[in-house]
């Protein structure tokens, strides 16, 4: 593809408007790790919710959603679909307690709500596993994405493209801290949005409109007889598919695998953000806010070019003859998006550029503030040099920062699609999710069910692995259940049978977070509280109130999906009637926010 003038100029002054503003932010940043890791805990709901929103927006997300539609239409969405359920339980189970905890990170919650020595393994142990390694993991993927879009673009090797990416996040992620990574968050979100409904316009231009792109693609048919369109799977004619696209992600999916973004109870960079509001009404706030934009604002854009992909691409060898220079090594279903953005005319093209640019950074920024937030406050400052200064802190966390971006760069160079990693990475978090539900809402999980089933989600999912290097290959879906049972069990065995977390420290997490639900009755009746005191002191949540807001949310957030899908595909009646579901649930949803946000004790 070849940039005008216009392109470049547009590119310059697009990325000047999205970064530049952060550099603002540069010494409020090194004054201390607070400021850098989360933003002197003063960050307004929308914008929190903004930058959760942008950072799960990268320029992997297309080429993931992409490939999902080409490989099992758009019903194969349902297997991040589903991590609704997550999301909307963290609104209305999670944000609030975890804003009171007051830890830095999420990680630093460990020794808040356990004791001994297992509370500070398990601190020190995560530490490096997520926000090294599984850290990696992610801005590989992500950066694996851009090399796509780079040699699709511009012909740029993987290295070239990594060197590009890393001066420009490097520098950014070390100098502005959370602060800048807000910033450019939220600047990002807005010009990202305009480039993919930009792209999705001119890619069902192509095709002849809407109605002809869904006459030419009900007229394919994909492996097993799929129906691209459809947005629930047949379970008549591919039942194993069904299974693991739908039945699957719902049934087990949500609850049980730890995904960054989208983790049961809230973790990561979902946490930093909580953690880093103002106060409990903001992190609910921008937990609410990003469900509903990731779910609902996204998604469509991004279909409606994986299905003119399908008329205009059917087969990959189209791809690979219409970019004849492409490595043959990055083809993949996934850059079919990439190779769409051919169709943009003139100035459109650069702002794609400069929005799949700013949308690479933002989950870079994100991460590598993240990580070193893990390796810097819960590993080094906690492990190996506790009595450093401030200054000394803030400096380890931008060397950090530049030793993350080098590790995942090398990464990128051993994976192949966007899909993979992310079938990796649901496979060696499953199990751990049921564990990071119930541990703030009964006392009998302690640290050494922690310990447990990461140790035995690990070491069962690389057993699976050699498995499947000699042949004995267990499917994808069936391989989840089996490590979700095996892990489940080991630390359920683990919370009867191991050591119990000290009593005092269950008062005190008690006190401070005020946990609701009858697992901590026992523990409230020891600290001297009765229930209305508990109420009294801010405790307020009722678990009916909660279930009622995480029901309508999710049917609010899927209604809303449903209802857009429809009426872009041409079937008012169907469109009407989830109309009527998003608002009835809509109505029900903002009742239930409406006494959140005008109860406890910051509306005292």
């Known amino acids: 593809m070849r940039l005008q003038l216009l392109d470049w100029i547009i590119i310059v002054v697009s990325l000047s408007i999205c970064f530049i503003p952060a550099l603002a932010y540069r010494k409020r940043a090194g004054r201390n790790t607070s400021e850098f890791f989360a933003s002197g805990r003063s960050v307004p709901w929308w914008l929190a919710g903004l930058s959760m929103v942008a950072t799960t927006f990268s320029s992997d997300t297309p080429n993931l959603v992409t490939d999902i539609v080409r490989r099992n239409g758009v019903a194969g969405n349902w297997v991040w679909w589903a991590f609704t359920l997550t999301g909307v339980a963290t609104v209305f189970f999670y944000a609030r307690m975890w804003r ?45 994405a851009a090399c796509k879009i780079a040699a699709i673009m511009f012909g740029l090797s993987r290295w070239e493209t990594l060197a590009v990416v890393g001066l420009l996040n490097v520098v950014f992620a070390a100098v502005t801290g959370l602060w800048g990574v807000l910033i450019i968050d939220m600047l990002q979100f807005f010009m990202m949005m305009t480039a993919v409904v930009a792209a999705a316009w001119f890619a069902v231009r192509e095709v002849g409109g809407l109605g002809a792109m869904v006459t030419k693609v009900s007229a394919m048919t994909g492996p097993g007889g799929i129906d691209f369109l459809a947005m629930l799977p047949n379970f008549r004619s591919n039942w194993d598919l069904a299974i693991a696209i739908f039945v699957m992600p719902l049934a087990v999916q949500w609850w049980a695998v730890w995904y960054p973004g989208a983790e049961p109870g809230g973790g990561s960079y ?12 903001d992190s609910l706030g921008a937990v609410l806010f990003f469900n509903i934009a990731h779910y609902v ?46 169709f943009l005319p003139v100035g459109f093209l650069g702002l794609m550029v400069a ?20 390796l810097v406050h819960d590993f080094y400052r906690r492990f190996v040099n506790p009595t450093a200064t401030e200054k000394h802190y803030v400096m380890v966390g931008r060397l950090a920062t530049v030793a993350l971006f080098v590790c995942a760069g090398a990464m990128v160079f051993v994976l192949d699609t966007a899909k993979d990693s992310f079938d990796i990475i649901l496979q060696v978090g499953a199990g751990t999710g049921l ?11 302690n640290a050494w069910c922690e310990v447990n089933a990461m140790v035995s989600s690990f070491v069962f999912s690389v057993l699976l692995l050699v498995l499947r290097k000699f042949g004995f290959a267990v499917p994808t879906h069936y391989a989840l259940i089996l490590t979700v049972a095996v892990t489940t069990v080991s630390w359920m065995l683990t919370a009867f049978l191991g050591p119990r977390t000290d009593r005092e420290t269950l008062v005190a997490f008690y006190r401070k977070v005020r946990p609701f639900g009858p697992g901590w009755k026992a523990v409230r009746r020891e600290a001297g509280i009765t229930e209305a005191e508990a109420k009294a002191g801010g405790t307020h949540e009722s678990f009916p109130l909660a279930l009622a807001g995480w029901v309508s949310g999710s049917l609010t957030i899927w209604s809303a999906l449903f209802t857009v899908g429809n009426f872009l595909y041409g079937r008012t009646t169907w469109a009407l009637v989830l109309l009527a ?24």
């Open 100 to 144: 009171r905890s007051e830890v830095l990170t999420d990680l630093e919650f460990y020794e808040l709500r356990y004791s001994g020595k297992a509370a500070s393994v398990v601190r020190g142990f995560r530490s490096v596993y997520l926000g090294f390694l599984f850290n990696c993991i992610i801005m590989a993927t992500v950066n694996l």
């Open 270 to 281: 979902i946490a930093q953000r909580m953690l880093a509001s103002k106060s409990e009404k």
């Open 297 to 342: 604002l996204r998604p469509w854009p991004w279909i409606l070019v994986a299905l003119s992909s399908l008329v205009i691409f059917p087969n990959l060898s189209d791809i690979q003859a219409a970019f004849p220079a492409l490595d043959p090594s990055l083809l993949g279903h996934d850059i079919a998006y990439p190779a769409m953005l051919k």
């Open 355 to 374: 929005g799949l640019v700013a949308a690479n950074s933002s989950t870079n920024l994100t991460h590598l503030n993240w990580g070193a937030s893990y």
């Open 435 to 445: 564990l990071y539900l119930v541990r703030w809402f009964w006392w009998r999980v």
């Open 581 to 604: 579901v998003f608002v009835g649930s809509g109505l029900v949803l903002i009742k239930v926010v409406n006494r959140l946000w005008n109860k406890g004790p910051e509306a005292a």
